[in-house]
Nanobody
Framework: QVYLVESGGGLVQPGGSLRLSCAAS????????MRWHRQAPGKGRELVAQ???????NYVDSVKGRFTISRDNAKNTVYLQMNNLKPEDSAVYYC???????????????WGQGTQVTVSS
């Protein structure tokens, strides 16, 4: 099993910044892709950003140029730096990794519990 703990959410004014973190823990495992999703009230869950094991990144169009995803493989942690935040960025942000515990036959998706980001004046 792989456990994910997110941190860094909160209330910020428009134009402000936040940095989300998500640390993976558990028995020995390998992590492949690491992702951030978000879900606003009344809307479906949206993939915001992804980083592969090789460091390739991609973003949803609405956050390009404002958000940066990165990872620290030594710490099994993924980050989301969010700059120039807008009210429409308000949502619960979820961390998701594709990982394979050493005893498992194949990789699987694991999810964090979510952290609230609210952008408001």
């Amino acid at each position: 099993q792989v456990y994910l703990v997110e941190s860094g959410g909160g209330l910020v004014q428009p134009g402000g910044s936040l940095r989300l973190s998500c640390a993976a823990s558990g028995s020995r495992f390998s992590i492949y892709a690491m992702r951030w999703h978000r879900q606003a009230p009344g809307k479906g869950r949206e993939l915001v950003a992804q980083i592969t094991s090789g460091g390739d990144t991609n973003y949803v169009d609405s956050v390009k140029g404002r958000f940066t995803i990165s990872r620290d493989n030594a710490k099994n942690t993924v980050y989301l730096q969010m700059n120039n935040l807008k009210p429409e960025d308000s949502a619960v942000y979820y961390c998701n990794v594709v990982a394979q515990p050493i005893t498992w036959l194949a990789p699987s998706d694991f999810w964090g519990q979510g952290t609230q980001v609210t952008v408001s004046s």
